[in-house]
């Protein structure tokens, strides 16, 4: 029986063991990537404000869903994410 028990840990160590050693090449992997798009920048000042902001202007490009730099575009859908986030914030705060 103490056999069957120490084979048990042993197998659930390996595993978790593995999960891991797994998470921590990801994270690697995404370290590594993220560097990448560091240097990709184009001037040093390109390079400080992706560094400053903690993202690049593609990134930003992604999340306000717009594919040119246009002032009106990202304001209309600026606002948008904010009127979306801020009532979910309210909604948020009013369960607390």
């Known amino acids: 029986m103490a056999k069957y028990i120490a084979q048990l840990i042993l197998a659930g160590t390996q595993v978790v063991a593995r999960a891991f050693a797994r998470a921590i090449k990801q994270e690697i992997e995404a370290s590594q990537q993220a560097a990448q798009k560091m240097n990709q920048a184009k001037t040093r ?9 903690g993202l690049s202007l593609e990134e930003a490009q992604q999340i306000l869903n717009v594919r040119k730099l246009d002032k009106e575009e990202v304001e209309k859908r600026f606002q948008a994410l904010f009127k979306s986030n801020e009532t979910l914030l309210c909604t948020y705060n009013q369960r607390l």
């Open 45 to 53: 000042g390109e390079r400080m404000a992706n560094h400053k902001l």
